[in-house]
């Protein structure tokens, strides 16, 4: 997720940004969902695991604010 965050930051037009940041989203989505997946199997650490997944939620709905305010900038 920040490899591609910091590549939106350098996007070339609002455009390209948004199509980073999209990668962005789907970087976080894909994370929370192989800490499901840990979450499942771990015999151990759940709170850990919980509030990483709480943690990339909130970076999650960050993103999709940001997209959704730059789409409504382009319109």
Request: hydrophobic share 45%; aromatic share 6%.
């Given at each position: 997720?920040?490899?591609?965050?910091?590549?939106?930051?350098r996007?070339?037009?609002?455009?390209?940004?948004?199509?980073?940041?999209?990668?962005?989203?789907?970087?976080?989505?894909?994370?929370?969902?192989?800490?499901?997946?840990?979450?499942?199997?771990?015999?151990?650490?759940?709170q850990?695991?919980?509030?990483?997944?709480k943690?990339?939620?909130?970076?999650?709905?960050?993103?999709?604010?940001?997209?959704?305010?730059?789409?409504?900038?382009?319109?």
């Amino acid at each position: 997720m920040g490899a591609n965050y910091r590549a939106a930051c350098r996007a070339k037009s609002n455009a390209d940004f948004i199509n980073k940041l999209k990668i962005v989203e789907e970087e976080a989505d894909d994370s929370m969902y192989f800490l499901e997946i840990f979450l499942v199997i771990s015999e151990k650490e759940h709170q850990e695991i919980k509030r990483l997944l709480k943690e990339a939620n909130e970076l999650l709905s960050i993103v999709v604010a940001s997209i959704n305010t730059m789409r409504k900038k382009l319109n």
